[in-house]
């Protein structure tokens, strides 16, 4: 194929390279001409290739393609490089997901070892777009329905657990990332174990709480706004068998976009009644299961400060910086509320009076 022509193809994409340096952009170039020269063995359905363009890229070494098809459909492409990623997880969870009748994109063909994906394309219209105070209620009454509906299928021995060993390496995210790299704080053993003692009073109660599908991610950004089968579900290749109120609190109490409280306890009630009526092993005192959903809340809210921080200082992406404050607006009311998670409070605002100022702005 001539020079000139797959140059022509990637026109839209390289502008995204433009700021690479020559290594990096070399090497994607070479990724590009491998998706290029996979797309072009797919027969059905017939694609456009010259429409290949960026639809969009995440937290991981995922990223994403939107290109025409000759059925005037859009599909997508995701381009998933082994050893970093491994596109057999989404394939093996795409099925369980529709089988449960859930809208998720459709696996139309693979490649496993280059780690492609063609998938049926859900729209451009994330919850997060469309979110506002008109739309809010009936959006997340839609998002819930399905949640409860994927809950009430789970099975044990299906998906891998997401036991205390995980939870507690998720928790030590923040202080290796947040207070250590971010905040710049080296924590005294004092400290170090009073931390502890909140991270074991949470997986206390989280390890206790029932079990189901647990999708990991199931906020604004990983749902879609559809016109049948609201929502379309994304980025679910973590899925994993754990604690039931976590996929809620990654609803509500979203690291993107704020509820005021009320609002967040009447969509918590709803779900609840819901889950109940599904016959979910829920409990049937809501002020107990209200407070699982806030030590879960605090535990992945403890893990995304961490995660935030390691995206901006290891990989350079500094836009997550901004949504830092919200989600610790989430973990300073949450431990506020509860004597035993007192002392991260108290951790937070001694490193708080001492930090260094850091260096990004927002």
């Known amino acids: 194929m001539p020079a000139q022509s797959t ?15 020559t290594s990096e952009s070399n090497l994607d170039q070479q990724r590009l001409a491998a998706i290029h020269a996979w ?11 010259s429409t290949l363009r960026p639809a969009s890229a995440d937290a991981s070494f995922r ?11 859009t599909y997508i492409v995701m381009d998933a490089p082994q050893p970093a990623e491994d596109v057999r997880p989404f394939i093996q969870i795409a099925g369980l997901f529709a089988q449960i009748h859930l809208t998720v994109p459709q696996v139309l063909a693979q490649d496993v070892e280059q780690g492609l994906l063609l998938l049926s394309d859900l729209g451009t219209t994330m919850y997060f777009d469309a979110l506002n105070d008109d739309t809010a ?30 939870l507690q390496r998720e928790l030590m995210i923040f202080p290796e990332w947040y207070l250590g790299k971010h905040v710049g704080a080296t924590l005294t053993a004092e400290q170090t174990a009073s931390l502890q003692g909140v991270f074991d009073a949470l997986l206390a109660n989280i390890v206790a709480q029932p079990q189901v599908y647990v999708h990991r991610d199931y906020h604004s950004r ?15 290749q973590g899925a994993l068998y754990g604690p039931l109120t976590y996929d809620l609190v990654s609803l509500l109490r979203d690291a993107y976009i704020h509820w005021d409280e009320e609002k967040v306890l009447d969509w918590a009630i ?21 407070r699982d959903f806030e030590f879960m809340g605090l535990q992945r ?6 995660i935030f921080a390691r995206l901006a200082h290891r990989d350079g992406k500094e836009a997550y910086l901004k949504d830092i404050p919200l989600v610790m607006s989430y973990v300073r009311k949450t431990a506020q509320r509860y004597n035993i998670l007192i002392p991260l409070l108290r951790l937070l605002d001694v490193l708080e009076d001492t930090a260094p100022v850091v260096g990004f702005t927002f």
Not at 159 to 164: A, F, I, K, S, T
Not at 270 to 290: C, M, N, S, V
């Open 7 to 21: 140059q022509t193809r990637f026109e839209k994409i390289n502008l995204t390279m433009s700021c690479l340096p």
């Open 39 to 49: 797309l072009s063995q797919i027969t059905a359905p017939k694609l456009q290739l």
């Open 63 to 73: 990223r994403y393609f939107r290109i025409d098809g000759d059925d005037a459909q």
């Open 137 to 166: 209620h009936a959006l997340y009454m839609d998002a819930i329905d399905s949640l409860v509906l994927l809950q009430s299928q789970s099975q044990p021995d299906v998906l891998p657990e997401y036991d205390r060993a995980f």
């Open 222 to 236: 990983n749902l879609m706004v559809m016109d049948q089968g609201n929502p379309g579900i994304l980025d679910f």
């Open 270 to 290: 709803r779900y609840w009644e819901k889950a109940r009526r599904a016959g979910l092993p829920i409990t049937p005192d809501f002020d107990q299961f209200y």
């Open 301 to 306: 809210h403890l893990k995304i400060l961490g």
